[in-house]
């Protein structure tokens, strides 16, 4: 079965940086795009930055553009998400996930995607 397993997360004081990893398993990973969401508390989870399968397209949330960079390797079924300049509203649990269909960019739309990891929390005190 598909499984996403993210890494990276922790504490970091504002203006810090983190890259958050997302290893993948149980399908060929370079078939699917990837996407990255946050779910701060008390808040609904929202989209991050999304991957087509071959690397070469991202998208990203407008208010992130510029701090945050999705990016994959194929040769390690691994998705990664670099996260400069951060700040306190940063703070969130972020999940990676991947769509059911290959071959197939969903985007930010989150119920386009059907398997997710369980979460690393990041927070960023200021």
């Known amino acids: 079965q598909v499984q996403l397993v993210e890494s990276g997360g922790g504490l970091v004081q504002a203006g810090g940086s983190l890259r958050l990893s997302c290893a993948a398993s149980?399908?060929?990973?370079?078939?699917?795009?990837m996407g990255w969401f946050r779910q701060a508390p008390g808040k609904e989870r929202e989209f991050v930055a999304a991957?087509?399968?071959?690397?070469?397209?991202?998208y990203y949330t407008d208010s992130l553009k510029g701090r945050f960079t999705i990016s994959r390797d194929n040769a390690k079924n691994t998705v990664y998400l670099q996260m400069n300049s951060l700040k306190p509203e940063d703070t969130a649990v972020y999940y990676c996930?991947?769509?059911?269909?290959?071959?197939?960019?969903?985007?930010?739309?989150?119920?386009?995607?059907?398997?997710w990891g369980q979460g690393t929390q990041v927070t960023v005190s200021s």
């Open positions: 996930a991947g769509p059911r269909r290959s071959y197939y960019y969903s985007g930010s739309l989150l119920s386009e995607y059907a398997y």
């Open positions: 149980g399908r060929t990973f370079s078939h699917y795009a």
């Open positions: 991957i087509n399968w071959s690397g070469d397209s991202t």
